[in-house]
């Protein structure tokens, strides 16, 4: 969702009158966002069918197949001449109504989905955020590198004013730990018995995602007061995520698409630990930015023992950090967001062609 509101926003600038339409899943998480950014919100259904179990397949068939006539219709009513995806189920009854439309697609994370997979079948033009990417498509795919696209607010603030939005220290280092919007169990609760063990070196900004805020709160609670005033949980953060990405020195993360570009573009090292219930894409991204000498790599079950000799080793090494530091901004790519809205611009401009064609 969030890269293609970089786009958005890119577009925008350009071509402030354009019309939009976001395309949702029914009871999506997004619409709220999105309707919050002024963009009209249509829901239609959408389902998996990989991997979901034979009981749960018919139906789910089903589902697709009413989102392919729902999508027909808003298709029909809209008009659109060009369509942008960035993946999810949703965009699969939606590229296939609309196959005669041009068509862009942004694979967010080194190995694309199913859906993903799916749509490029579809699609004019396949942007990349990374060229190891490419080995994924066939090799006369027209594919295209541009970077991870990033919002223009995320990049706004300076190191000083990051730290003071967040109520740090200035000259203490700061370690940053989140898990994503809804927070990490097997992260959270790695941190929580370690604070003491970190907070004497450091301080902590913590997203412990809304579900496991009660238990944040309770931590820091615990703590004697002299460390507890460097212990920083938030249930989330909105408008200041970009301040904690500034003013973190490292940090402990799942390892989603967002950590290819966000983590790059601040220059951030990063203990990634990617989520292991699920198909492997968070392992194939930590894996790419290990690679390149900016992360270490953690798995999910070995966390709770080496939290705390990581990051006191590497918050301890100045030059093996700023090793990954280096390393990182070499993997920005901070015009991702206008290179991709540039590719969706030309494609719109090619529908009359096809329509006459």
Do not use: C
Not at 85 to 108: E, I, K, N, S
């Amino acid at each position: 969702m969030y890269p293609a509101l970089a786009v958005i926003e890119r577009v925008r600038d350009l071509h402030p009158d354009l019309e939009l339409l976001w395309v949702g899943g029914e009871g999506g998480m997004e619409a709220e966002l999105v309707k919050r950014e002024g963009i009209p919100y249509q829901a239609v259904a959408a389902a998996g069918v990989h991997g979901v179990g034979l009981r749960a397949l018919p139906g789910n068939l089903a589902r697709l197949s009413r989102g392919y006539v729902q999508a027909r219709r808003v298709l029909a009513r809209f008009r659109p001449d060009v369509l942008f995806f960035t993946g999810g189920y949703v965009a699969v009854p939606v590229a296939l109504a609309g196959r005669r439309v041009p068509t862009a697609l942004y694979v967010p994370d080194i190995e694309p989905g199913l859906a993903l997979k799916v749509l490029s079948r579809f699609a004019d033009r396949i942007v990349l955020t990374a060229p190891r990417s490419r080995q994924f498509f066939a090799a006369d795919a027209p594919t295209t590198v541009t970077g991870y696209p990033v919002r223009a607010a995320l990049l706004s603030w300076d190191v000083e004013a990051a730290r003071a939005a967040l109520e740090l220290e200035a000259d203490l280092p700061v370690l940053l730990v989140f898990g994503g919007s809804k927070g990490a169990r097997s992260i959270n609760r790695a941190l929580f018995p370690a604070l003491e063990a970190l907070l004497p070196q450091m301080q902590i900004v913590h997203i412990s995602g809304t579900l496991h805020w009660g238990e944040a709160q309770q931590a820091r609670e615990r703590l004697p007061a002299d460390l507890a005033a460097r212990y920083h949980p938030f249930p989330y953060l909105h408008e200041r995520m970009g301040a904690a990405l500034r003013a973190a020195d490292l940090v402990v993360a799942r390892a989603g698409a967002s950590t290819l570009g966000e983590f790059p573009l601040f220059g951030l090292p990063a203990i990634l630990v990617p989520y292991p219930y699920a198909w492997r894409y968070q392992r194939v991204n930590a894996q790419y930015l290990a690679s390149q000498g900016a992360a270490e790599i953690v798995e999910d079950a070995d966390l709770a023992e080496r939290l705390v000799p990581l990051v006191n080793a590497l918050m301890g090494d100045a030059e093996r950090l700023n090793g990954m530091r280096q390393a990182m901004l070499r993997l920005a790519r901070p015009d991702a967001a206008a290179a991709i809205a540039a590719e969706v611009i030309a494609l719109a401009e090619t529908r009359g062609e096809r329509t006459t064609s």
